[in-house]
């Protein structure tokens, strides 16, 4: 996952990056605590690249999130995102919605493990389940059409669908590639192997997005 993620990082030449996770310990594999410390390890090591800010927002109130994200405006536009419920997503697009970061000008970078992507369940996080509801779910789910979802399971796929899949989904929306399947092209090992980018539909399923960076000119 972290090789995966150092790679879209560099290619986009994102150099300045922030990460905000969550730990609950009252799941059976506290998995972003390892992803977190793995994360600092590998960008501290690497060339021209900076973790400008790392936070456990697990016991942050509301208006202490906010206040943190007011203070990162001024030091990353790249944000990395390991998120252990449902819950602690939808408070951080709301939260950055409201304070007009769900732009052109900020990526958030959602990191997950497990194949869950924008669901968990049953249930789309940007849903709030409590009674009564705040009736923001469009604004979240608005802002969940902006994130990037990096996945360490590729949905079970073989190595040759998946490449496939990939050339093939560069002619659709967003990207209209009308010529990004040269002879050769095939799909990096390590983004194959690791990672999968998702966002939602008009009606609210997973579409496999390929991005550009996906592919190399030459064969593996």
């Not at 996770?21 to 690497?46: F, H, K, N």
């Not at 927002?57 to 509301?62: H, K, L, Q, R």
Request: net charge negative; charged share 20%.
């Amino acid at each position: 996952m972290v090789v995966a993620l150092k790679k879209t990082l560099k290619q986009f030449g994102w150099t300045e990056v922030a990460l905000l996770y969550t730990i609950r310990r009252s799941d059976l594999v506290p998995r972003c605590s390892y992803l977190a410390a793995d994360i600092d390890t590998s960008i501290g090591a690497a060339d021209n690249m900076t973790l400008t800010y790392k936070r456990n927002i697990a016991n942050d109130s509301y208006d202490t999130l906010k206040a943190n994200l007011v203070k990162l405006q001024k030091m990353a536009r790249i944000f990395i995102g390991c998120f252990e419920s449902i819950l602690d997503r939808r408070n951080i697009l709301l939260a950055m919605t409201e304070l007009g970061m769900i732009t052109d000008e900020y990526v958030v970078l959602m990191l997950e493990v497990s194949n869950t992507g924008f669901i968990k369940t049953g249930q789309y996080f940007w849903v709030d389940t409590n009674v009564p509801p705040d009736g923001k779910d469009d604004i979240v789910k608005k802002a969940a059409e902006k994130v990037l979802v990096m996945d360490l399971q590729p949905l079970n796929l073989t190595s040759a669908t998946f490449n496939s899949d990939v050339i093939n989904n560069l002619a659709q929306w967003p990207f209209y590639c009308e010529n990004c399947n040269p002879p050769g092209t095939n799909v990096d090992l390590y983004l194959l192997q690791f990672v999968v980018l998702m966002a939602v539909d008009a009606r609210f399923h997973f579409s496999l997005l390929i991005c550009s960076i996906l592919l190399l000119a030459s064969s593996l």
